[in-house]
């Protein structure tokens, strides 16, 4: 199947021509179909999958097809959890909607409120927007939602996980009762499911995955570690595998700074984000990670949905999170599209726990590996499916699945490479699916 077989505007098919995206993936072949036939849709796919052209794709051809909205009006609703997904949504749009004459506005906190008030007040046919910061604007009467056509409820799980459920429902008696719902997530939970019934009409629902399943592009590995060990045993990992690209999870703001500076010290490019970070700076991080500039991105919890990272090859866990689906999400950063990639987590003996809870989850005990150096003086119980070696393989370059964690066998395991040691490669991996994200 072809995007140009699921019924989508000529701009459209254009604008995912010139990007090189022909496919669709099996969530945007299911959804795109009953969302421009104006069914309210519950879709579920695991991150990476491409989730978010699955919505934004059918919505713009069903607009450009009406009248352009009026001064204040807002045509379509796009709410996320968090200021990097509303950033990468809103992308999306502009991306896709390139020929089509729709103007499009995105809203969130920590920036300056007044140029998003002059956009709203223009009128906008696709707004995308954080919870919070929409109702500071709608209370200052900036938008009219009479004439809202669609809603969208990107990563509704999480935005239950972070508070939010409040704000939704505020949000939704504000809008008209006539309207297409849409909502999309990685994972759909009871609290989901009790808000689905009171917001849509008739869902049309669609998985594409078991719950809570993670990407099998993407190789998972336990290092068990004392407590105490981890940041020396990360920056082993990352000079002796030699990454280029490594997304590190923490559980606290402080513990991120905390970790971004060691590394730095360690001569590893380093910076961390998280809530406290202004907007600002939070950008400029991921972009800098993006373009190679920064080698670790340390980040909590803020960042395990929304950051679309192309070809991620490497995530580490430094913290296990108190939240067992939240692991899905966190490795759901690599393995995206097609590309592969790994995820490796460092547990400590008051983690066990976690980690069980994260096995049961996913239906699958993680192949444990012991650094050498840095064997705990815990246990953590082994792999039912194979026993792993203690020293961890040293994945090269030009290996196919890149960012291995092992050490030469002839290095001295403090070694750093040298300036011209080569680099991973950007590229797109042979043979890797592209589909539209």
Do not use: C
């Not at 990107?154 to 508070?163: H, N, P, Q, V």
């Not at 669609?206 to 407590?227: G, H, R």
């Not at 970070?277 to 803020?302: E, H, M, P, W, Y």
């Amino acid at each position: 199947m072809t995007f140009s077989a699921l019924g989508l505007s000529d701009p459209i098919l254009k604008a995912l021509h010139e990007q090189a995206y022909e496919t669709p993936s099996p969530i945007q072949a299911q959804a795109i179909p009953a969302i421009l036939d104006g069914k309210d849709v519950m879709a579920a796919a695991q991150t990476g999958t491409g989730k978010t052209a699955a919505f934004t794709l059918p919505i713009l051809s069903r607009l450009s097809k009406g009248e352009r909205a009026r001064p204040h009006e807002v045509r379509a609703l796009i709410l996320t959890p968090t200021r990097e997904l509303a950033a990468q949504v809103s992308n999306s749009v502009a991306t896709y909607g390139k020929h089509l004459s729709l103007r499009t506005a995105v809203v969130f906190g920590g920036v300056k409120i007044n140029p998003q008030l002059t956009a709203l007040r223009r009128g906008v046919d696709i707004l995308v927007a954080t919870p919070g910061r929409l109702m500071d604007l709608y209370e200052q009467k900036a938008m009219d939602f009479s004439q809202l056509e669609v809603l969208v409820l990107d990563e509704a799980d999480r935005m239950l996980d972070m508070g939010f459920i409040h704000d939704i429902r505020k949000i939704m008696a504000i809008l008209p009762r006539k309207r297409q719902n849409l909502m999309f997530s990685a994972t759909f939970s009871n609290g989901i499911r009790t808000l689905a019934k009171g917001l849509m009409q008739n869902p049309v629902e669609i998985s594409v995955s078991p719950p809570n399943t993670t990407v099998k592009s993407v190789e998972q590995w336990v290092y068990p570690v004392d407590k105490k060990q981890k940041t020396a045993l990360l920056s082993h990992l990352i000079w002796e595998g030699r990454w280029e690209q490594v997304l590190v999870f923490t559980k606290t703001k402080h513990g991120a700074n905390r970790l971004s500076e060691y590394l730095e010290k360690d001569g590893i490019k380093s910076v961390a984000i998280h809530g406290n970070k202004s907007q600002g700076a939070r950008t400029k991080a991921l972009a800098n990670f993006k373009d190679g500039s920064i080698r670790a991105l340390v980040a909590t919890d803020i960042a395990a949905r929304g950051l679309d990272i192309e070809l991620l090859p490497n995530v580490v866990n430094f913290d296990l999170p108190h939240v067992p689906e939240d692991y899905v999400h966190r490795i759901g950063r690599t393995g995206r599209a097609g590309a592969t990639g790994q995820a490796i987590s460092l547990v400590s003996a008051d983690e066990i726990g976690q980690l069980r809870d994260i096995e049961r989850i996913i239906n699958k005990t993680i192949t444990r590996k012991v650094a050498d150096g840095f064997e705990p003086s815990h246990d953590v119980p082994k792999s039912d499916a194979s026993t792993a070696p203690r020293r961890p393989n040293n994945h090269s370059r030009q290996a196919k699945k890149p960012g291995g964690a092992g050490r030469s066998n002839n290095s001295d395991p403090r070694q750093r490479p040298g300036k011209n040691a080569r680099r991973f490669s950007k590229g797109k991996p042979s043979g890797a699916t592209t589909f539209a994200r």
